[in-house]
T-cell receptor, first 115, second 117 residues
Framework: AQTVTQSQPEMSVQEAETVTLSCTYD???????LFWYKQPPSRQMILVIR??????QNATENRFSVNFQKAAKSFSLKISDSQLGDTAMYFC????????????FGTGTRLTIIP | DAGVTQSPTHLIKTRGQHVTLRCSPI?????VSWYQQVLGQGPQFIFQ???????GRGNFPDRFSARQFPNYSSELNVNALLLGDSALYLC????????????????FGNGTRLTVT
């Protein structure tokens, strides 16, 4: 079974600063995806960034980047130049490659961007 | 294109009752998944359906059931409601239904907030 752990229940940062959210996971699988999802008060889960475990290069999407450490089973999200619209719950999630589409989520980090 | 749509938005039921939640996937998407998100926690996987067949089931009791229709829309049914079933129920759709190296990401709806009193 897979588990995903997010050890930071809440974080806050000033607008325009950089913030890093932590995530660790446990699995015996070798091929998988890791995701960061954002859930604003609208409740919709929005995909922020995706990392394939077989790729060594860290994924980036504009202001969002990850630090993927496969041996350490660590997958952190860095948000640069944070904006007020980044305020949301952030969930780290795991999915096995070549399986069904089951996502295993962590418990989330509530991020608040302070004006 | 319209996103994943879920109905109703909110629902209040009494213990012991039955509830049906509905989900319409994005046009062209053949896979639908259901998740339960209890307040303060991450979503938990309930079911995945692809081409009207169950592809995966999470650790939920038999009171939970689902089905997918020929137009790929889906229903989640919960019988004999318990207070602990109060949660946000999320539906997600994808094009492929199979997590391969060529997979489309999951697209989530805004959820149905179920309150059991």
């Amino acid at each position: 079974a897979q588990t995903v752990t997010q050890s930071q229940p809440e974080m806050s940062v000033q607008e325009a600063e950089t913030v890093t959210l932590s995530c660790t996971y446990d699995t015996s699988e070798n091929n998988y995806y890791l995701f960061w999802y954002k859930q604003p008060p609208s409740r919709q889960m929005i995909l922020v960034i995706r990392q394939e475990a077989y790729k060594q290069q860290n994924a980036t999407e504009n202001r969002f980047s990850v630090n993927f450490q496969k041996a350490a089973k660590s997958f952190s999200l860095k948000i640069s130049d944070s904006q007020l619209g980044d305020t949301a719950m952030y969930f780290c999630a795991f999915m096995i490659l070549f399986g069904n589409e089951k996502l295993t989520f962590g418990t989330g980090t509530r991020l608040t961007i302070i004006p | 294109d319209a996103g994943v749509t879920q109905s109703p938005t909110h629902l209040i039921k009494t213990r012991g009752q039955h509830v049906t939640l509905r989900c319409s996937p994005i046009s062209g998407h053949k896979s639908v998944s259901w998740y339960q998100q209890v307040l303060g926690q991450g979503p938990q996987f309930i079911f995945q359906y692809y081409e009207k067949e169950e592809r995966g089931r999470g650790n939920f009791p038999d009171r939970f059931s689902a089905r997918q229709f020929p137009n790929y829309s889906s229903e989640l049914n919960v019988n004999a409601l318990l207070l602990g079933d109060s949660a946000l129920y999320l539906c997600a759709s994808s094009r492929t239904g199979v997590n391969s190296s060529y997979n489309s990401p999951l697209h989530f709806g805004n959820g149905t907030r179920l309150t059991v009193t």
